[in-house]
């Protein structure tokens, strides 16, 4: 017998304590987590990391590999583009912009998404069917169709992009959230808390909220994903950042025609992107995992 | 059945009716028409034009959009279901796979190649793809959907089909051709759509192997490959059916940037050609075009899922 | 002669917290054409013990016994091969909620078809293709319905689970258990959630195969009263630890643990005449959870007669095939004037 060996208390830790307990034994997600704390420390931090402006052009040094390729100049690390500018400086200033987009993207999704889905699921009759057959309609236009039109409608930038992508992938995770919620709705212990009295605020705090994290956790991610690959994609087509402003999805289809010359310029901002995706996805299947086994 | 059928359409057109007011809006906001006296009446003039299929002429080439809307978005159909069949083969089996032994190297495999394929951005994969034939010394071709030599009367707008239907002048050739054309950026979407399916398959098969009749179906004696074939398969397919139902449009989504990359004139091209010199009566019909498919298709799917898990049936009569 | 005999039957499982000893040395002695009922509080282990006889256990369990013999056949050192043969034609089982044990997108047709004794492929294949075989087949099928008490058996081979009640699934988990003629029957809760009628209708049906068909039963239940007349013999398990085990002569009329004792106190006599707003009788407290037991005698804490002995464990003692787990039995010369059955 393990622990009767002595006087026990009845102990019960807090669901948080226990999901992080869970959370820390789980070494490739605790990893990725200290990943995404670098990513934001790089992103809060790149004017003062970056070696030179990213506009700085070296008109003497132009198309430099990388340094462990042949004929590199170390003082550039990831080597120049066609007009002498620092590849490093230019990537870690994309992935400012484009981190940054996409986490304020799925901060304002969150928010939005989690009022207006509780709201639908909580209301019934015509306003809830209303907004059920809107969001069945805005559901079945694709996201880059979505961000085009409201690109043409309001003009070329990149915030415009940015509210295109938002508008884009809320509908999807409204529906995420609306179906989780309803779910929850009928189950017994939300039919005993509303025969306690419960309003519907304090139903969603103690009743929902708590049991909805796993596909919290899981929406979030996907709309995180969505929102990057939907930002460079953007920026890859020319409907995103403009001329001065660098974003990784710019930066490759800026590349482009150099791509026979210095594959290189066309690969590092491919690769971030894909670490920045499976960094985020990783912690948050850790998190996920632990709230499985946290509520087992 | 017949209830349920005529509550699926009454559903669909208040969502196609809330979609024609979207276009509407589009439409009279990116060509600034006036509209002076009646709304209304500019609505329903609107919808009367739709109906007959007469969304404008094109200021480029002075063609009907409608038409050229349609040959491009069935050329992107054609995209889909090519990926679609790729990601099937290989999906869905690696998904079982992984779902039937859980936690263990296989499925860890199968989930961090599913990890990587969603990771990838695609147009970034397409570009690599197009270097690909260089680098490796083989002839594919990366641009278009069929070499111009080929003269191909549009009959219905499958290119596929019309390129068939062209045998006694090129033979096979121009519909070889337009294979070869379409590997390429079939794989390339392919890549998304596999892991998209591992991950839908996985979980769905996981949640059948945990309900208790697989339990039950232990107790009966039955071999590990029977209970799969006979109990898991059946009750895990409506759920990824399913979710593939919601994800058409990211599908479409996708498939619209990786044309763009391998110019394959499909809808994205047509889209990003029009918007680049300036037509915006193209969005319009885009949109009209793109989510009336996706309307329709979600209503077959529903169907097919009706027929195929009797469970559903059920709901059919409680939800009414 | 001993149809299932257990020895030192151990369950741990692994959680986030460790490892925890959910079944501590279970000793489980079944009768050859007995009904034995196990009798336990919800939570207190019987449903791990079934399915660490059939093997049903996930990968974070582990299961230990000295000896785990069913007839000849070692348990514990199976193959799953050789589990396979011998699950549904040497022991079969059936659950609580037995909707939920049922295939949702399968008719019963073609779910009790799968149990039948197995058949060659070709012939299998055949008997899609010629319809005497299927006829056969559905001859077997309709006498098994029958044979459970299922009158419409045409309307239920040709429905699906979720347009059946609950009472007629559990029929045709019977029916599907008993098709192959197993020597063990492990009836987990049977009638949980269900009609008081359907209840005594399964519980029949239980007892008439077992006459009838001399079929040994294992019968799980958290309702001493509803099991107790139809066992032969009775074990009573208390936190993974069973406590008291014997015939129903032995339990019932002599009962020497106080948790048995409490137990047979809980059966309400109406003819005893109940006192109008009397209290009826529960131990004190409740069960613990399975990784906050308490140390020494599990019953320790609620125990009406603890003392201070009741800190170290309690050995299991056989009085003449009546073994309890109790520093102090209540022996037969010192019989409790207050226990009801004493007479």
């Known amino acids: 017998m393990l622990i009767n060996n002595e006087f026990n208390e009845q102990k019960i830790q807090s669901p948080l304590r226990y999901i992080w307990l869970i959370f820390k034994s789980k070494n490739i997600a605790v990893v990725a987590m200290w990943a995404i704390i670098t990513l934001l420390m790089v992103t809060l931090f790149t004017p003062y990391i970056m070696p030179y402006s990213p506009t700085l052009q070296h008109p003497d040094m132009l198309l430099l590999p990388p340094y462990w390729a042949e004929g590199a100049n170390p003082a550039h690390l990831l080597g120049t583009d066609d007009l002498g500018r620092d590849t490093l400086s230019r990537l870690l200033k994309g992935i400012q912009l484009t981190l940054a987009g996409a986490l304020s993207i799925t901060l304002v999704i969150s928010m939005l998404g989690l009022l207006i889905g509780a709201t639908a699921a909580l209301t019934q009759g015509v306003k809830a069917s209303i907004m059920h057959h809107l969001l069945d309609a805005l559901l079945t236009i694709p996201t880059i169709l979505t961000a085009l039109i409201l690109i043409v409608l309001f003009g070329m930038s990149y915030e415009n992009s940015l509210l295109a992508i938002s508008l884009s992938l809320l509908p999807q995770f409204i529906r995420g959230i609306y179906i989780s919620i309803e779910n929850e709705l009928n189950k017994q212990h939300i039919i005993a808390l509303r025969l306690d009295g419960a309003r519907n605020l304090r139903l969603l705090r103690f009743g929902i909220f708590p049991n909805i994290l796993e596909p919290l956790v899981t929406l979030l991610t996907r709309i995180f994903t969505m929102a990057i690959l939907e930002i460079t994609t953007l920026g890859f087509l020319g409907f ?15 590349s482009l025609e150099l791509v026979y010359l210095s594959p290189y310029l066309v690969l590092f901002p491919g690769v971030a992107i894909f670490l920045i995706i499976i960094v985020f996805n990783v912690f948050a299947e850790g998190v996920r995992h632990a709230i499985i086994e946290g509520e087992e | 059945m017949f209830n349920y059928l005529l509550r699926r359409i009454y559903l669909l057109s208040i969502t196609a009716f809330i979609l024609t007011l979207l276009a509407f809006t589009i439409e009279h906001w990116t060509v600034h028409t006036q509209i002076d006296d009646n709304t209304f009446s500019h609505y329903f003039s609107y919808l009367n034009s739709i109906i007959k299929g007469d969304f404008g002429v094109s200021i480029i080439d002075n063609q009907p959009i409608f038409n050229t809307g349609l040959v491009a978005f069935s050329s992107t159909l054609e995209l889909c279901f090519f990926a679609f069949i790729i990601a099937i083969i290989i999906g869905m089996p690696l998904g079982i796979f992984a779902g039937l032994d859980r936690n263990n190297g296989v499925d860890y495999t199968i989930m961090t190649i599913a990890l990587i394929g969603l990771a990838l951005p695609v147009f970034w994969v397409a570009i690599i793809f197009t270097i690909l034939p260089h680098a490796l010394g083989i002839t594919l071709p990366i641009d278009g959907n069929i070499s111009p030599i080929y003269e191909i009367p549009v009959v219905t707008g499958l290119l596929l089909i019309d390129s068939l239907l062209v045998t006694e002048r090129y033979q096979l050739d121009a519909f070889l051709n337009h294979l070869t054309h379409l590997i390429l950026p079939s794989t390339v979407l392919a890549l998304f759509l596999t892991s998209e399916i591992i991950r839908l398959t996985r979980h769905a098969i996981t949640m059948v192997m945990k309900s208790n009749y697989i339990k039950a179906a232990h107790t009966k004696g039955l071999t590990r490959w029977q209970i799969v074939y006979r109990h898991v398969l059946k009750n ?36 990003f050609a029009s918007i680049h010199q300036g037509d915006y009566l193209v969005l319009s019909a885009a949109l009209l075009i793109i989510s009336g498919f996706i309307l329709i298709s979600s209503i077959i799917i529903d169907f097919i899922l009706v027929l195929i898990s009797p469970s559903k049936r059920k709901s059919l009569y409680a939800d009414q | 002669m001993a149809l299932l005999d257990i020895r030192n039957l151990s369950i741990d499982i692994i959680t986030a917290q460790g490892k925890i000893r959910v079944i501590d040395k279970a000793n489980l002695n079944i009768i050859d054409g007995s009904i034995h009922g196990l009798v336990g509080e919800s939570g207190s282990g019987k449903s791990l013990i079934a399915k660490a006889i059939l093997g049903l256990h996930n990968e974070n369990w582990i299961v230990t016994a000295d000896r785990m ?17 011998i699950m549904g034609t040497e022991i079969a089982i059936i659950f609580q909620n037995p909707r939920s044990y049922l ?98 209708q399964i519980f029949r049906l239980l007892y008439k195969l077992n006459q009838l068909h001399n079929m040994t039963i294992l019968l799980l239940s958290n309702n001493f009263g509803s099991i107790s007349n139809l066992s032969d013999y009775i074990s009573l398990i208390y936190c993974g630890q069973i406590v008291e085990s014997g015939s129903y002569k032995q339990i019932v ?12 106190k809980t059966i309400i006599e109406f003819d005893d005449g109940v006192d109008h707003k009397g209290q009826l009788y529960t131990l004190p407290g409740s069960i613990p959870p399975a990784n ?52």
């Open chain 1, 240 to 254: 995103g950042a403009n001329a001065n402003e660098i974003e990784l999805g710019a930066l490759i289809s800026k």
């Open chain 3, 103 to 200: 295939d949702p997108s399968k008719k019963i047709f073609d779910q009790i078809r799968e149990v039948l004794p197995k058949k060659s492929h070709h012939k299998r294949f055949f008997s899609k293709v010629v319809p005497k075989l299927r006829a056969s087949e559905q001859q077997i099928i309709k006498e098994l319905l029958h044979k459970v008490g299922v009158q419409n058996d045409q309307a239920v081979v040709q429905s699906y689970p979720y347009e059946l009640s609950e009472g007629i699934c559990q029929k045709v988990m019977i029916a599907m258990a008993i098709a192959n003629n197993p020597r063990l029957l492990i009836a987990d809760e049977p009638t949980t959630s269900m009609e008081a009628v359907t209840q005594a």
């Open chain 3, 253 to 264: 009329n002599s009962p020497m643990h106080p948790y048995t004792q409490a137990m047979i």
């Open chain 3, 69 to 85: 013999f069913l007839g000849n056949i070692d348990l514990s050192k199976l193959s799953s091969r050789a589990r396979r043969k």
């Open chain 3, 292 to 343: 906050q037991l308490p140390i020494g005698c599990r019953l320790g804490p609620r125990c009406p007669k603890a003392q201070r002995t009741c800190v170290s464990n309690p050995e299991a003692v056989n009085y003449k095939g009546h073994i309890i787990r109790c520093h102090f039995p209540q022996l037969d010369d010192k019989k409790d004037a207050n226990t009801p059955h004493n007479k």
């Open chain 2, 236 to 271: 895990a397919l409506p759920p990824i059916i399913h979710q593939i139902r919601l994800q058409l449009s990211t599908i479409i989504s996708f498939a619209m940037a990786i044309e763009i990359v391998f110019s394959y004139q499909g809808a994205g091209m047509w889209l």
